[in-house]
């Protein structure tokens, strides 16, 4: 296997997390198209829910990752390919809390400039975060502070607080 050097496999972190939610907005829009939206919400949260479950468990294989509570949960951020895609910072951290606020978002902005009027994502990416943190430690609980509608697309995505 040859060496594979550090800024490709950024590339290829970046590349997985957008095939990851291209895949995810392709599913969604399928089974939108056939059984309506509400039924789309509804499995979507049911996949998202299962999809955490393996995201905790690989990650934690693949890279060793053991800490708990807030600490595990950046952790665990910090390599999570869906991630990766997002301009995202965390501006405040403890082990108590963490505050994470999403800049930019290529779902939203593609939710945007589709015309979507409703927005989801508490029901999903807060629903992700959630059962995240849930396998990582029980305590610690997720809440969204800002969520789209956004005034204009310089606004931020959203702002979430991780606390125990």
């Known amino acids: 296997m040859r060496e594979t050097p550090k800024e490709d496999l950024l590339k290829l972190l970046q590349l997985s997390g957008s095939l990851i939610a291209a895949l995810d907005g392709l599913w969604f829009l ?4 056939r059984f309506g939206y509400p039924e789309a919400i509804k499995l979507d949260m049911k996949v998202w829910e299962r999809y955490a479950h393996i995201v905790v468990k690989r990650m934690r294989e693949k890279f060793g990752l053991s800490k708990t509570g807030i600490e595990g949960i950046k ?7 869906l991630m990766s895609i997002l301009d995202y910072e965390i501006p405040q951290f403890s082990d108590r809390s963490m505050f ?15 015309g979507r009027k409703k927005f989801v994502c508490e029901s999903t990416t807060g629903l992700y975060f959630k059962n995240i943190a849930k396998e990582i430690d029980p305590q610690v609980i997720v809440r969204a502070l800002k969520l789209p509608p956004r005034n204009s697309p310089q606004d931020v995505c959203c702002e979430w607080l991780f606390q125990i």
């Open 30 to 33: 399928a089974v939108e198209d």
């Open 75 to 81: 952790e665990l951020i910090e390599v999570d390919p």
């Open 100 to 114: 994470l606020r999403i800049n930019r978002c290529p779902v939203l902005e593609a939710m945007e400039r589709a």
